[in-house]
């Protein structure tokens, strides 16, 4: 097979996803260890018979709709390339909001120590650690296989102001070590039972189901950020749970609460200032 009749024949089996050929390109350049360009200054090239099969072996998961972020293990995010495995979520461009979000909240009130509770694979942490240098950063997770990805990327990008944590929330700052001026957390928020499409279901459940109302998570983010007296907490929320943070937030004196919309211009966030 050639690779101009392995392109053909991958974007025709791929057919019922909108960037066919895109992805079949992505699947054979992942099997050959090249980049796209090289498909097409290379098109009469004859796969041997390993990559073939491992080509196809790609198409066949990639068809029972697996994402092809993990085929490939990469994804792009602020404009960069992370690492990413099933054992974390994969990144999606609203996040990038919340990156935005951040940088200017610690920008603005010059805030110093931040944390992130779920780094999962610690696209948030590492992005904002990039452009912040002078700022320290802890980020915390539960699941090992995230924390993998969060240490691949960290290792990539060579971040040296980010420490990561096997814990629940932030237990690993047991006695207050250390103060924060800033929690962010993009938690699981979907609530338990619900239907997930077919892509999703190769996702962590743990990064997805936050509880059997779905804004479990976020509320105890809220209490977290009030009884360590934490300034600033901001966080991802499912598009449907603005009343529910809003009214959990009124037995708080806080300063400031703002939500923010995503892409799709539905509520997707908020802002808490204590």
Do not use: W
């Amino acid at each position: 097979m050639l690779i101009q009749e392995a392109l053909k024949f991958g974007a025709s089996e791929l057919h019922k996803f909108p960037r066919s050929l895109l992805e079949a390109e992505l699947l054979l350049a992942y099997t050959l260890g090249v980049d796209r360009i090289y498909l097409h200054t290379h098109f009469l090239t004859i796969l041997d018979s390993f990559s073939q099969k491992r080509y196809l072996n790609f198409i066949k998961r990639r068809k029972n709709y697996e994402p092809i972020e993990y085929i490939i293990e990469n994804v792009s995010f602020y404009s960069s390339e992370f690492y990413i495995s099933h054992g974390a979520l994969i990144p999606r461009p609203e996040s990038e909001i919340l990156v935005d979000l951040a940088l200017k909240t610690i920008q603005k009130n010059h805030l110093k120590n931040i944390a992130e509770v779920g780094v999962g694979s610690g696209i948030l942490s590492i992005t904002l650690a990039k452009m912040l240098p002078l700022c320290n950063f802890s980020a915390s997770d539960i699941s090992p296989e995230a924390l993998f990805n969060a240490y691949v990327n960290k290792e990539k990008f060579q971040i040296s102001n980010l420490t990561l944590h096997k814990s629940a929330y932030l237990d690993f700052n047991c006695g207050k070590i250390k103060s924060f001026d800033l929690l962010i957390s993009n938690p699981p928020y979907i609530k338990e039972g619900f239907s997930l499409p077919k892509p999703l279901e190769y996702e962590p459940k743990i990064a997805l189901f936050g509880g059997e109302e779905g804004d479990e998570i976020l509320h105890h983010l809220i209490d977290l950020a009030y009884q360590l007296q934490i300034p600033f907490l901001i966080c991802e929320m499912g598009y449907d749970q603005k009343e529910s943070i809003y009214n959990y937030t009124q037995k708080f004196n806080y300063k400031n609460l703002e939500f923010y919309k995503d892409l799709a211009n539905l509520d997707r966030g908020f802002i808490l200032e204590f």
